[in-house]
């Protein structure tokens, strides 16, 4: 009898122990690898400057929790090709002990490594891409959408313009996948909102002229022109239609704008604009602790991107020690369960659908003579609270979400 | 009134910007053309030394307050100075050998200089303000025409048909075309063949440097402004005929043109609406419009 009890003791014993080694970290130390576009169109807004958002995420973690485990970083530069960003992670997950791959701006590239993390059982963290694409029809259960997605900037911005007694819409629309998404997310938000879209035009992506139509733009009559594109194609736009008097008689709306399109074309050309972030340096104390010491490695203030990407890195790494495992099924649901709270987003959630869901900012381009000190780009005109600003899991198109 | 379908007012503005861009494409076809009829060089570096043209008025005002007039004439020497630099240390030894050798080694240039300006620069790029006197603007009836943009197309025309008459209708003109027909028997003359062709390829580029000056108050100055037009260039200067001087302006300012037009019938069609006149060309007069049958 005291031998088999002895026995099963033994087992038990084992089997706590087997467990125990299971629930470790790989090697003992945590891999981040950031993939980004280093040298393309989204170099400023995502690039170098959420490598240096990482580091400083992985040493206040080391500083303030103190972990038994290592945390490295590794990164790498997709050039906004899939192909290369999914073979990049491959080798990362499989020859370099990477835990979760993040950043990946360019919705194809993240579109692809999500698929590929998932197989290998792996987390990605997502700050730059936009598509709602990511959270529906491709949604999985290891992938967070941290930052942005083009629903919530469309209804930012779409819904506060309509609202103001912008009715009128024209869109000019980049000609690709993520142009058209965004021109019908922003459509259906107008028309929501008792506007009416009185036409569009789309344009080749790149493109550098865009007066041709800018002038089809003004034809139309219509209040606001809607720009559903992004970076340079943004900014060419909205200098060339101050240049052709198309503003301030007819406004602009920049569905997709970020603080480094802004402080490219300067407050001269921008002025005025609505836009909608996740994200603004000059928000509270805290914003401006955070950024000024982001400033000091980058000489640039973060964009949201930027900004999004040390929030999530540093919300994986607790989940890490806090499930005291770097398994991804574990440390997602550590994730999920576990609020978000710190100068990014207060309250955030991570949903069933893997979209991370915090308050979203409208805001106003500041006229020349309103900005007081470098970098004081931005009136905040409305808190959109965090269940209003993202697609609401009712219209969910993803298969993980219950209804 | 409506011209198939199009409202006129809008049919006329569409011209008129036609025009404005075929001016910059006539200017840099202009360049591209010179530098390939005298060197037989594929100049594959054009669009980044139009960018840099942009990016040396920009800094040039911005760090040292140099004002857009005196940039419009201190950019292009500068850019043209580094052209002679190229052509002194590189160039120069590719000539005996396979055109590719040359499109290769001024291709890699060109990624050089973009990354250059781009880890400086970084990729939004910069704004640079319409100068004073040519701010504003004027209304035809149709259409608002800014001021600037009717100056580019004037400054565009009277270079690029000031370089024609210098290189067809002066004794300068003719010793370059000459030293390219013959250089031994021009060297024979007395001429100094190597220096004339220095100074065509400087010249080249100060071209593309000139057209960036032209272009930084309409367009954003960022590091990858020239690799987008670049190869609308080349179709144009493979329409025009390689290194016909008169053909690749008339074809630069007439693709500005049908682009223009394309850009209101069909929108999406504008971008590839140059090539397919390329291919269509090259099929019917492989030589180029006005190029002469090899």
């Known amino acids: 009898m005291h031998k088999k009890l002895l026995t099963a003791a033994c087992a038990a014993a084992l089997a706590l122990v087997a467990g125990a080694a299971q629930a470790q970290i790989s090697g ?20 170098q400057g959420t490598v240096v958002a990482t580091q400083m995420a992985i040493d206040d973690f080391v500083a303030q929790e103190k972990p038994a485990f290592k945390v490295e970083m590794i990164s790498a530069d997709h050039q906004n090709k899939a192909d ?4 990049k992670a491959r080798e990362w997950f499989e020859r370099e002990g990477v835990d979760v791959a993040t950043e990946l701006v360019t919705t194809s590239t993240a579109l692809a490594v999500m698929k590929v993390a998932k197989e290998m059982n792996r987390v990605t963290l997502m700050s730059g891409p936009g598509s709602t694409a990511i959270t529906n029809e491709q949604c999985n259960d290891l992938t967070v959408h941290y930052t942005y997605d083009t629903y919530a900037m469309a209804n930012g911005t779409a819904r506060a313009v309509t609202k103001q007694g912008g009715k009128t819409w024209f869109f000019l629309t980049a000609d690709y996948a993520f142009g058209h998404s965004l021109e019908k997310d922003s459509s259906a938000v107008v028309t929501a909102s008792g506007g009416k879209v009185v036409g569009s035009v789309r344009h080749p992506f790149p493109a550098s002229d865009f007066s041709s139509f800018l002038l089809q733009a003004q034809a139309s009559g219509a209040q606001i022109i809607g720009l559903a594109n992004a970076g340079a194609d943004t900014t060419n736009a909205i200098k060339q239609a101050a240049e052709f008097g198309i503003t301030p008689k007819q406004q602009l709306a920049g569905l997709l704008m970020f603080i480094s399109d802004v402080h490219s074309l300067g407050l001269k050309n921008a002025q005025s604009m609505y836009l909608t972030t996740g994200f603004y340096w000059d928000l509270n104390d805290e914003t401006r602790a955070w950024s000024k010491r982001f400033f000091d490695k980058q000489k640039r203030m973060p964009t949201m991107v930027q900004a999004g990407q040390y929030s999530s890195v540093l919300h994986y790494l607790k989940a890490v020690k ?12 550590q994730m999920k369960k576990t609020p978000v709270n710190d100068f990014f987003a207060k309250n955030g959630q991570i949903r069933d659908d893997g979209r991370m869901v915090h308050d979203m900012y409208l805001v106003q381009v500041k006229k020349p003579e309103e900005s007081k000190y470098p970098w004081d780009y931005y009136h905040v005109r409305q808190t959109i609270p965090a269940a209003e600003a993202f697609q609401p899991l009712s219209e969910s198109r993803c298969p993980l979400v219950k209804k | 009134m409506e011209i198939f379908g199009v409202p006129s007012a809008l049919f006329g503005s569409q011209l008129l910007i036609g025009l404005i861009n075929g001016s910059f494409y006539a200017i840099l076809s202009l360049g591209l053309a010179i530098i390939f009829g005298l060197l037989n060089i594929i100049n594959f570096a054009h669009g980044a030394q139009y960018m840099m043209g942009a990016f040396v008025a920009w800094i040039a005002l911005t760090k040292f307050g140099v004002n857009y007039w005196v940039a419009l004439l201190l950019s292009p020497l500068l850019v ?27 291709f890699g240039l060109a990624l050089i200089f973009e990354g250059i300006f781009r880890d400086q620069y970084g990729i939004s790029g910069q704004s640079y303000e319409v ?8 209304n035809l009836g149709f259409m608002f025409m800014p001021i600037y943009r009717g100056w580019v197309v004037v400054a565009a025309l009277a270079v690029c048909f000031g370089t024609w008459f210098m290189i067809e209708k002066t004794k300068l003109g003719a010793y370059l075309r000459a030293g390219t027909e013959n250089p031994q028997i021009v060297q024979a003359l007395g001429i100094n063949v190597p220096l004339l062709i220095t100074f065509t390829y400087g010249y080249g580029v100060a071209l593309a440097a000139f057209a960036g000056v032209l272009a930084a108050p309409v367009y954003q100055v960022n590091p990858q402004m020239g690799s987008n037009l670049i190869i609308v260039v080349f179709a144009v200067v493979v329409i025009g005929g390689m ?8 074809t630069g300012l007439g693709l500005g043109l049908i682009e223009g037009l394309t850009r209101v019938f069909y929108p999406p069609a504008s971008a590839v609406v140059v090539f397919f006149i ?14 002469k049958a090899a």
Request: neutral net charge; charged residues 15%; glycine residues 14%.
């Open chain 1, 28 to 47: 003992n130390v945590v891999k981040v690898g950031v993939l980004t576009d280093m040298s393309g169109t989204y170099s400023d807004l995502a690039g």
């Open chain 1, 84 to 87: 290369i960003a999914s073979n």
């Open chain 1, 322 to 333: 806090a499930a005291g495992t770097d398994e991804a099924q574990k440390v997602m649901a």
């Open chain 2, 80 to 106: 043209g100075a580094l052209g002679v630099l190229l052509e002194r240390t590189m160039l120069r030894k590719l000539y005996k050998l396979d055109h590719l050798y040359g499109l290769l080694l001024t």
């Open chain 2, 131 to 138: 100068p004073e006197l040519l701010q504003g603007g004027v």
């Open chain 2, 243 to 250: 290194g016909s001087i008169m053909g690749s302006i008339l």
């Open chain 2, 278 to 291: 390329m291919v269509i060309v090259l099929l019917v007069r492989p030589a180029g419009l006005f190029g």
